[in-house]
């Protein structure tokens, strides 16, 4: 593998693809999980993720976002997170990649900052990728409770049951650095209305089975759906949260797989719809509806 570098003031971390043909490749621009406040780019989530998809073509820019703590609080990791963005594409030429074919992804709290980063950058905080992958992803900081499937396989197995509301929401007070009421729209985009998503790129979420953020995860989904994104969404059979982060368990695998064959499928010339001026302002509810993110299909 061709030998990872530092770049952009120490933002990223550049794994150049192997094997790539004559033309430009593929990017993931990635953010590694860690609950807004740990994880770094050495960590399985972040370097074997990201050696992973550069094996098989496609480079990735890791982003060292700043972890909330210490006066590091919203927008601080999602500035980050765009300004990585905004990196990548003016470098595109030099770092060989196709600017038409960025995509962006993070897992966990990372999912939670690329959500939130491309609701910034529909309203022009940084070029809107071509697509995201979201994997096993926090979006809300009160979640729907369980349906009853889900609480059974948490219930049945404690060691998966480590999400529950006051868990979260501390995690978010941490990020947002106080109640989490009212917080801005970005910090928690599983508040998002369809009309707030229209130009969301298409996604690829990728959920764990026994994990109780898919719950918000789906709610943030079915937002998708009704604005006409184009969604697929998949319950990794058998995982707990954050199996990427364990990727000597063959899921991590499969999901890469995964990511690789919906890349490859991407229509990056297809249109989208636009939302009204000023859509993240737009008045909303403070949560999702009851039963909301639990109808969509699993695909296994």
Known sequence: MTTPYDSADGLVRVYPADDAGPGPTPALVWA????????????????????????????????????????CRYPDPSDDVLAAWRWTSAHAGHLGIDPARIVAGGASAGGNL???????????????????????????????????????????????DRFGPARVRAMYED???????????????????????????????????????????EAFAATLVAAGVPVLVVTEPGTEHGHLNRPHE???????????TWLAGLDTGASRPTRPPHGVGASR????PHGAGVSLDHQH
């Open 32 to 71: 590694h999980g860690g609950g807004f406040t740990a994880g770094d780019l050495d960590m399985p989530e972040a370097d074997w993720v990201a050696r992973a998809f550069a094996a098989r073509g496609v480079t990735v820019v890791s982003i060292d976002y700043r972890l909330a703590g210490g006066g």
């Open 114 to 160: 690329t959500a939130g980063a491309v609701l910034r950058a529909l309203d022009g905080a940084a070029p809107v990728p071509a697509g995201v992958f979201l994997a096993y992803p926090t979006l809300l900081a009160v979640q729907p409770a369980p349906d009853a499937a889900l609480r059974a396989m948490l219930d049945a197995n404690p060691a998966a």
């Open 175 to 217: 990020y947002l650095g106080g109640p989490v009421d009212d917080a801005p729209l970005p910090a928690v985009p599983g508040l998002a209305t369809p009309a707030e998503v229209a130009g969301f790129p298409p996604t690829l979420m990728v959920n764990g089975e026994a994990d109780e953020l898919r719950v918000s995860g």
């Open 250 to 260: 063959p899921a991590a695998s499969a999901t890469v797989e995964r990511v690789l």
């Open 285 to 288: 509810p403070t949560r999702p």
